[in-house]
């Protein structure tokens, strides 16, 4: 069928309807630029009071891990001043240093007080637990809790040494190479399983009932049961955070996703690092009982003890970023 030709009242419509358009353009173009220069600005502005907020976020996270760490390097200094310990004077690496210098006196040290039988001392074995239980020497129940949780602790060195390490995991999570987007959605929900047995274990902490352990109900003494209970839940956090850790050094992810997996492995060490720290400090606590309570004729203030978490909110958010980067290149 042949195609029928436009009139030359369609064409002449046309070019009117055209020449209007460019009038009306050309009479409203500054409206036009002036509405294009507002969503620019409008644009502009959104994309600084974002940035401003993330740098603001960013600055109260570095704050907050700032005085978290002033509190902990606190705490810990007040804890050597107590127990006489040298890193009070020294510092770590100062007092690490003195160690190796031939023949110098170890301040730590007390040979009549370590041969005191009525004070604790750290149980390695458990016939040596069982002794500490039954003769209950002054400080038992400190030394009875760490040394539970010092026993639970030693099979797992190995584990914890990779851990430390970011040790990739031989284990096969079925031979499956993750895509960003899936690594981001098993980094987001380890770090929320991490997040929520952190917020489990601030509970049980701060439960009534776990410092009961230590001293007893009514006129009653401590019950070594209890306090052996609660080292031995303490351990099972800690083995929760390992498996976790664990599992994240198991994935399989693309080459370009390598770096990102060794952080999303810090990040979730770092829980399992705060409760090694806190054994360590509470393991200083009862190796100086001997010390301490030499010449101690009533109760001794050897100050608080607590447990930090560390989260590395700052890693993680990074880590999200980096991902989506990649996701959306």
Not at 48 to 61: F, G, N, Q
Not at 96 to 119: R, S, Y
Not at 228 to 242: T, V, Y
């Amino acid at each position: 069928m042949a195609r029928s030709q436009p009139s030359d009242g369609s064409v002449f419509c046309a070019i009117l309807l055209l020449l209007l358009a460019v009038g009306f353009v050309i009479k409203y173009i500054w409206w036009f630029v002036g509405g294009a220069v507002l969503v620019a600005l409008f644009a502009a502005i959104y994309w600084i009071t974002k940035k401003m907020e993330e740098d603001r976020e960013l600055e109260a996270d570095e704050a907050y891990h700032r005085e978290f760490e002033r509190t902990r390097q606190a705490e810990r200094q007040k804890l050597w001043t107590l127990l006489g310990d040298k890193r009070a004077i020294y510092g770590e690496d100062g007092a690490a240093a003195m160690n190796t210098v031939a023949d110098a006196p170890d301040l730590d040290v007390d040979d009549d007080a370590d041969d005191d039988p009525t004070i604790a001392r750290l149980a390695t074995t458990p016939t040596a637990l069982a002794a500490l239980v039954r003769d209950k020497p002054r400080g038992w129940e400190q030394a009875v809790f760490v040394s539970a949780l010092v026993q639970r602790a030693a099979p797992l060195q190995s584990r914890l040494r990779d851990s430390e390490l970011g040790f990739p995991m031989l284990l096969s999570s079925g031979g499956v190479t993750l895509s960003p987007r899936a690594f981001r959605y098993m980094a987001v929900s380890m770090v929320d399983e991490m997040l929520t047995t952190v917020r489990q274990l601030d509970a049980f902490m701060a439960a009534p009932a776990f410092m009961g352990s230590f001293s007893g109900r009514s006129d009653e003494d401590a019950d070594p049961e209890a306090i052996k209970h609660i080292a031995n839940r303490l351990m099972d956090f800690l083995e929760q955070f390992l498996e976790l850790s664990e599992r994240a050094r198991a994935l399989h992810v693309r080459s370009d996703c390598a770096e990102i997996a060794a952080d999303l492995a810090r990040v979730l060490h770092g829980p399992v690092a705060s409760i090694q720290q806190f054994i360590a400090d509470f393991v200083d606590v009862v190796n100086a009982l001997p010390r301490v309570l030499k010449h101690a004729t009533g109760p001794v203030d050897l100050g608080s003890l607590a447990l930090y978490l560390s989260v590395d909110d700052k890693r993680f958010k990074g880590i999200i970023k980096r991902l989506d980067a990649i996701k959306q290149s």
